[in-house]
């Protein structure tokens, strides 16, 4: 069976500092990939997605970045978090072709 | 641009009681919409997904209706339990291929 394991949990950072969230799928190939974020009363905003490995297309301006490595891994990155970076944040996966969507556990990143 | 909106945000009612939750879309050009649910601090779990073309979905006590032309989903959970208490989401897949989220109801189940 798939899943989806992504990490930290929780994460305190200061400004400035860098930012590293790993996302990771198992027991599938060449899945979508997507990263979101979710503000305490709003709904998910999708930040990033992949459709293969190098693939990455980003839907709002922003200071983060995402990378796809290898087939199923994804990384949520950034050189200086900034305050209004803090935030619940999600990594997701769909089959090819296929419309369904499976989230991990989520990162909690509170910006100090 | 497809707005996504979820009444009430915060929903309380007494074990044994129907739930009823709405979801409102302002454009019809969708290709499907699912209900998740998310416990506190959690990620989301998916509970039911309505391709454009159909009316509802059923699992086991869940049951969610679409009505496109009036940009419109609810979803009902019949005889709630305290372990319905959650955050239900509704989220739409657009006509540019992006799933577009509601702010989510807040539910609490009490027994």
């Known amino acids: 069976s798939q899943t989806i394991h992504q990490w930290p949990a929780t994460l305190v950072q200061p400004v400035g500092s860098p930012l590293s969230l790993e996302c990771t799928v198992e027991?599938?190939?060449?899945?979508?990939l997507y990263w979101y974020r979710q503000a305490a009363g709003r709904g998910l905003q999708l930040l990033f997605y992949s459709v293969g490995i190098g693939q990455i297309s980003s839907e709002v301006p922003q200071n983060l970045s995402a990378s796809r490595p290898q087939d199923r891994q994804f990384i949520l990155s950034s050189k200086k978090l900034l305050l209004s970076d803090s935030g619940f944040y999600l990594c997701?996966?769909?089959?090819?072709?296929?419309?369904?969507?499976?989230f991990g556990s989520g990162t909690q990143l509170s910006v100090l | 641009k497809q707005e996504v909106t979820q009444i009430p945000a915060a929903l309380s009612v007494p074990e044994g009681e129907n739930l009823v939750l709405n979801c409102s879309f302002t454009d019809s050009a969708i290709y499907n919409l699912q209900w998740f649910r998310q416990d506190p601090g959690k990620g989301l779990t998916s509970l039911l997904l309505i391709q454009s073309s159909q009316r509802e979905q059923t699992s086991g006590r869940l049951n969610a209706s679409l009505d496109k032309s009036s940009g419109r989903s609810t979803l009902y959970i019949a005889a709630s339990q305290p372990g319905d208490s959650a955050t239900y989401l509704c989220?739409?897949?657009?006509?540019?291929?992006?799933?577009?989220f509601g702010a989510g109801t807040q539910v609490v189940v009490t027994p």
């Open positions: 989220a739409v897949l657009d006509s540019w291929g992006k799933l577009q």
């Open positions: 997701a996966w769909s089959p090819r072709g296929q419309e369904k969507l499976f």
């Open positions: 027991g599938t190939s060449n899945p979508n």
